[in-house]
């Protein structure tokens, strides 16, 4: 039968290098059931972002072959589209996961680094050990702590920042582009 919600599931993921994203090895293995359902719809927007990205890739997944993979990610597909908020679903997803003990192992595998280039990235354990290369906080937040100072990190450089005549002049200074008038 091509029944999606009775196949076997399972949630992997991505090291986000600069020379190409991979899977980790670790998967975690979810029994589907009407929260599992629901969840997922959640997270549908994520998801869809996700698999329209990955088909284009060298990335394989099951649910890209045969009838069952396609009835699934069309039910995704088509939840998306009364879910559009992307970072709430990812959120979500996200959430539910660090909730759950038995997937500590499995969300272990990333951690999320700060290159020298200034980009922040999710790394595997291989590409995270780079030099120049520092380990963030993963701490979650949530939608209405946006705009908050979440990590270690952040804090410490407001309070450098603070003390910064260079800062506090710039910051009081009129933005070059206040001047700019747009034509109508």
Partial sequence: EDNW????FCLKVLCEDEKGWHVCETLFT??????????????SAYLARMYAILRQSAVTLNCFDGPVGFKFTSWVDQHALD?????????????????????????????????????VYWLCNKHSSGPRITHLSTEV????????????????????LGHSDVYKQKKKAKSPSAGIVLPK
């Fill in 5 to 8: 919600e009775n196949e076997a």
């Fill in 30 to 43: 979810i029994k589907m059931n009407e929260n599992m359902k629901s969840m997922i719809k959640g997270c």
């Fill in 83 to 119: 879910n559009v908020n992307f970072l709430d679903s990812y959120l979500a997803l996200r959430t539910k996961l660090v909730e759950d003990e038995k997937a500590a192992k499995f969300l272990s595998q990333l951690h999320r680094c700060h290159l020298p280039t200034g980009k």
């Fill in 141 to 160: 937040t949530t939608r209405n702590e946006v705009g908050r100072v979440y990590y270690e990190e952040d804090v410490k450089l407001k309070e450098v």
